[in-house]
């Protein structure tokens, strides 16, 4: 029988086995995996997305469906978030009044352009996205008993640039609503002039405000109302020579940008350059309007215009 030795620190044994399993060669060395703990912080809930919108002024988090039913305004700093065409209209007119012009003209490419996109396929992405022909909707609707013609321009739409459809539509707007003896609105938000159609797209800043100086020849009223942004073209045309000139809050307006105006002149701009409340304070514009206010205020100013213009007539035909 074999007989082992034990000491403190060795163990010795005379048999030929030894006492403990040799280590794995290193062709054998294979090490296990330990199984992961659950972590100490707890996962995130996702949200669904079109759930939650975050303000871009004050951060805060709003139901999305509570900013639809205010109007995309948030009801803890009143920022104005942008607004679909579609959607201004229904917020003005009263339901079912609202009689739609010129709804199947569509911009062509006259000019052939090219560049990173052509315009053709820039058009029918936006056709795709928006679901709009172009970047305004006009036609003739009632605003409280005010029947009015009534434009109103889409930022989505290609940066709610004017082109030859653009100045079209508005024009014959104005035209038609000359001919009907009816007070025209047009609610302004763009970048300005369409650079993909050249001098065409130029051209309609002076044609609208043609039709603009018959309207006003007529005695009838014009209410321009800025939205953010505009700029260029559209401001420098129909958007500036309205008999009223009103402003969301919060607006940027201008002919060109802050960042352009101050490389050029290489000088600081005053705080709040180009804000609606800077512009107010300066004349340029008559009244700044909340959103959710915009239509009660319109009506209001329909009121007082109407009323001018029908004393004014009455004045004139010697009555």
Not at 41 to 47: L, P, T, V, W
Not at 52 to 60: A, F, G, L, M
Not at 234 to 259: Q, T, W
Not at 279 to 300: N, Y
Request: proline content about 5%.
């Amino acid at each position: 029988m074999a007989t082992t030795i034990l000491t403190k620190k060795t163990i010795v044994s005379d048999s030929p086995e030894p006492a403990l399993n040799p280590p794995p060669t290193s062709s054998q060395t294979s090490f296990l995996k330990k199984p992961k703990l659950g972590s100490s912080k707890k996962k995130k809930r996702e949200i669904p997305e079109g759930l939650w919108v975050k303000c871009d002024k004050c951060e805060t988090m709003i139901f999305d469906k509570e900013l639809d039913e205010n109007l995309k305004v948030c009801s803890k700093c009143q920022h104005h978030f942008a607004i679909g065409a579609r959607e201004r209209i229904h917020s003005l007119v009263e339901t079912c009044s609202f009689e739609e012009m010129d709804a199947q003209m569509i911009s062509v490419d006259m000019l052939g352009f090219t560049g990173a996109a052509s315009y053709k396929d820039k058009l029918a992405a936006n056709w795709k996205k928006t679901n709009l022909k172009d970047a305004v909707i006009t036609g003739i609707g009632k605003i409280g008993p005010h029947r009015a013609g009534l434009g109103v321009m889409d930022f989505s739409f290609l940066g709610g640039s004017m082109g030859s459809v653009v100045g079209e539509k508005l024009t014959r707007l104005i035209e038609r609503s000359t001919e009907k003896n009816l007070p025209v609105i047009i609610i302004s938000t763009s970048g300005g002039a369409r650079m993909y159609e050249g001098m065409f797209s130029l051209m309609q800043m002076a044609k609208t405000c043609a039709a603009l100086a018959y309207h006003a020849k007529a005695r009838l009223p014009y209410i321009s109302v800025l939205t953010n942004p505009d700029y260029a073209g559209v401001m420098a045309s129909y958007a500036s020579v309205g008999d009223l000139i009103l402003a969301e809050p919060g607006a940027l307006i201008g002919f060109a940008g802050p960042r352009v105006i101050k490389d050029t002149t290489q000088a600081d701009l005053p705080p709040g350059f180009q804000t609606a409340e800077f512009l107010l304070d300066h004349g340029l514009i008559d009244a700044i309007v909340s959103r959710k206010e915009m239509k009660t205020r319109l009506i209001e100013y329909l009121d007082y215009l109407t009323t001018r213009q029908k004393n004014g007539t009455a004045a004139a035909a010697g009555v």
